[in-house]
């Protein structure tokens, strides 16, 4: 399956952001999806991540309250929805697509993601 990550740009503290992520080139409602984030000179950290239906999500316990994921399964797109933006919240987020049919949980380990899309950079300013 192939990513593309959109919806990213400059924003202002306090502010809101949608990010998209469009999946092509396979059956998406068999992936579970994930958002990511990465800020200079970090690892990469979990945000959040949905099951194959949406009926379950999960969250990094940093990030909750303010993002929110979300799938279209009928348009190929999952979404995450980031509100009080501050200027920590910059990074490059990427989504990504977990393949693992065999299980229901919402990996939080970069590791179980099998596909990446290329990131979106998001920049908050104060």
């Known amino acids: 399956v192939q990513l593309q990550a959109s919806g990213g740009g400059s924003a202002q503290a306090g502010g809101s952001l949608r990010l998209s992520c469009a999946a092509s080139?396979?059956?998406?409602?068999?992936?579970?999806m994930g958002w990511f984030r990465q800020a200079p000179g970090t690892e990469r950290e979990f945000v959040a991540g949905?099951?194959?239906?949406?009926?379950?999500?999960s969250y990094a316990d940093s990030m909750k309250g303010r993002f929110t994921i979300s799938r279209d399964n009928a348009e190929d797109l999952v979404y995450l929805q980031v509100t009080s933006l501050s200027p920590e919240d910059t990074a490059v987020y990427y989504c990504a697509a977990d393949r693992h049919l065999s299980t229901v949980a919402v990996s939080r380990a970069a590791h179980e993601y099998d596909y990446w899309g290329q990131g979106t950079q998001v920049t908050v300013s104060s």
């Open positions: 080139g396979d059956s998406f409602s068999n992936y579970k």
């Open positions: 949905i099951s194959r239906s949406g009926a379950r999500t």
